[in-house]
């Protein structure tokens, strides 16, 4: 489920949701194509620069592609029936192409993307689906230990409940992907996967459909994680996630967070309000402290008592010194094994909250803002490295390398040293 490269991946719809824990996403970098608003809210990760150059040509070259890919296939047990019949009369997909290419060059701040993801037609919903299949999310959650709000909420990110599930012929997408060079390996890999689920009869290849990039499923499995992941809940036989009945479906997505280490009890992140003078250098991943400890520094929930002592947390701030703080707990990490961005991570927990009845976020976002474009980061980490602050390197994204180097700076600037990039900021480099 969670995923990186996908980056590019995405913006589009339905489509690649999916587990896919082989790549990391970077930073809290979101992008989500104002189509995707109605249908799936995966955040994208940004994709590599790279200029759309798929022309009709380019099936000719598949084809080639086509039939050295086979013998690959071949030699890693994939056999010539199930090969002539998933790839007979396989064509390229220029749309996948488009979509894949497809990127934009602002990101959408994070109460942007909760507005969406957390909207109260998606909870009216959610609360609708839960108290539609209430008995069998109370089974899934007796048997896996995942919450069944949080189980709904991943079904109403990846798919609105199944509504959006891709109608996208599974094999076609990821062959074109694995075809076009961008991320070839990973693409082939998942093909491959697809291949064996097939021919270990699990789903015929006429069945197996999805989102443009190979997801699949009322939760957006890669072919990977259902190989990896998948249950049989119904006790059918058969792990059939492409069903209409998203029981086996949302077993699986329960099984996947529960064999990645998730929590039962334990929130995934609680908002909380930050003392007077807090020690902006504290806010990030790798501090941790108990609750309790944290409320020996002042850091307290939002009714101003401490934190219970679920275990040890973080200082998260998705939006800087401004907005929403939240201590984060490994649960919030397992949820990232589904799908590596924070905004999704955040948009998953909270929407599983107000799915059990639990408040929205008190404090205001920074809405008057807006997030730096990619080209303004690429500025921006060229003139902090060129100031004395160096951001290892210049990608336009804000990964750790440039939260410290921004901290550096805001410390020497005599700012409030929350490591958050603002046109402000870029404006005083400038
Ligand atoms: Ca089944």
């Known amino acids: 489920m969670t995923a990186a490269l996908w980056a590019s991946i995405v913006q589009a719809s339905a489509a690649e949701h999916a587990p896919r824990p082989e790549i990391r996403p970077v930073g809290g970098e979101i992008q989500l194509a104002s189509a995707d608003v109605t249908t799936s809210l995966r955040p994208v990760p940004r994709p590599t620069v790279e200029v759309v150059r798929a022309s009709s040509a380019g099936n000719a070259r598949f084809q080639a592609w086509l039939g050295a890919f086979e013998d690959r296939a071949r030699d890693q047990g994939i056999s010539q029936s199930t090969l002539g019949h998933a790839l007979a009369d396989l064509s390229y997909d220029l749309d996948v192409i488009k979509r894949d290419r497809n990127q934009a060059e602002f990101s959408k701040p994070i109460w942007e993307y909760l507005d969406g993801a957390v909207s109260d037609t998606r909870i009216a919903n959610g609360r609708a689906a839960l108290d539609r299949h209430q008995k069998v999310l109370r ?26 599930r891709g109608s996208n012929p599974t094999i076609r997408s990821l062959a074109t992907l694995a075809f076009d060079a961008r991320r070839a390996s990973f693409f082939e890999t998942q093909l491959i996967a697809a291949l064996q689920i097939i021919q270990a009869g699990d789903v015929s290849a006429g069945r197996m459909i999805g989102s443009w990039a190979g997801a699949m499923g009322h939760t957006q499995f890669m072919p990977t994680s259902y190989l990896d992941h998948a249950v049989d809940f119904d006790g059918d036989g058969r792990r059939d996630i492409w069903s209409d009945d998203p029981t086996d479906a949302l077993a699986s997505a329960a099984a996947y967070l529960a064999r990645h280490g998730w929590t039962k009890g334990q929130p995934w992140g609680v908002e909380v309000r930050l003392p ?34 679920h275990g040890q947390a973080a200082i998260l701030l998705p939006a800087g010194g401004q907005g929403v703080a939240l201590m984060i707990f490994d649960n919030f990490g397992v949820i990232e094994s589904y799908n590596g961005a924070d905004a999704y991570v955040i948009g998953i927990g909270h929407l599983s909250d107000r799915l059990a009845g639990r408040a929205p976020f008190q404090t205001p976002w920074p809405r008057g803002d807006r997030v730096l474009s990619f080209t303004e980061k690429k500025e921006l980490q060229t003139r902090l490295t060129k100031a004395g602050f160096d951001t290892q390197g210049v990608d336009g994204r804000t990964g750790p390398n440039t939260i410290d180097a921004v901290r550096a700076y805001q410390l020497a600037q005599g700012l409030v040293p929350d490591g958050y990039p603002t046109l402000k900021l870029l404006e005083r480099l400038r």
């Open 276 to 309: 007077e003078g807090f020690d902006y250098a504290t806010a990030k991943r790798d501090f941790t402290l108990m609750p309790s400890e944290w409320a020996k520094l002042g850091v307290v929930g939002r009714d101003g008592e401490p934190v219970a002592d």
């Open 139 to 164: 089974r899934i959650e007796a048997q896996y230990g995942v919450e069944k709000e949080v189980v709904t909420a991943i079904w109403g990110l990846e798919t609105s409940f199944g509504t959006y």
